[in-house]
């Protein structure tokens, strides 16, 4: 690449860094290398922090701060590094979070809430599984937990319904089930704790809900950790998502979850009392077609449920 150094560009070096002005940058840099991990005097941030948060494509530049000895560890005021930001803009996070990695950028760090690059992946990347592999065998920690106790498995339910991602992480990654995060009651306001399965709940996944039903492995874990309190709980969320619902797909899929969920119940109920006469849930042969039935007919509020606070799950 050929630049004329004796041309000083048109923007300042923060604005080269946002928009990946490949060019400015260089022209900065090689006139003087101290502005490399200087802050920009209204945002805080350093060229790596507003390169990464910005530019959607931003492997040329990037390439070009880590060849002249960028702080790849550097933090914003929020305790964010590069290797967390990275996944908020960037279109393909995968190769910038290799070349981070390769320049020694730490798989565990952590941010203001205890987030790891994990969580980030796990929660803001389209085709999470690539990421979180790359991560994973880059040494970071599949089971750590942010300031809520929750690990980056909760995470991934926020994001989508990736059944097979999950799958990944319970039964290759050998990730621990029995986390359990805390949750916000929307009624109460009060914080109570819950497993994957109350994040399911939650997010209405379906795929996933079924996989940690279904799964040997998983259920193993889950069956020491799950109580009646959070089954009822992720019953009762789950109905009051079918009052905002009105397409037959949506709360047809709903319908299966308490199916699910009430099965489950009733296996874990007979398990722990197969010594007594306890009475359990017994499944109504017909309980998905009225949970239909009733939500179709049901006049609806049109309002919709709140959807993730930032990054908080």
Known sequence: MSIDIDTSPSVSIWKAAETGDIEAL????????????????????????????????????????????????????????????????????????????????????????????????????QLPEPVLKLLIDAGADVNAIDVNQKSALFSLLANGDHSQTLDWLIHTARANLKIKGDFVDSLTRRTRQGTLILQAAKYGRFSCLQLLVNSETAMQSLQSVLTREELDDAIGIIRMQLLKLSTREQIEKLGSMIILLEELTQKLSKKKNKSKHHSVIKRRPNLLRRIVAAAVTRTTTTTTTAGVNGKKI
């Open 26 to 125: 260089e022209y900065f840099l090689l006139h003087n290398t101290e502005l490399l991990n200087m802050r920009d005097p209204n945002t805080e941030c350093t060229l790596l922090h507003l390169l990464v948060s910005n530019v959607p494509d931003p492997i040329r530049p990037l390439e070009l701060l880590l060849k002249h000895g960028v702080d790849v560890t550097a933090q914003n005021i929020y305790n964010v590094q590069a290797i967390h930001a990275v996944f908020l803009n960037c279109s393909c996070p995968l190769e910038a979070v290799r070349l981070l990695l390769s320049y020694d950028a730490n798989p565990n760090a952590r941010d203001g809430d205890g987030w790891t690059p994990l969580h980030y992946a796990a929660r803001f990347c």
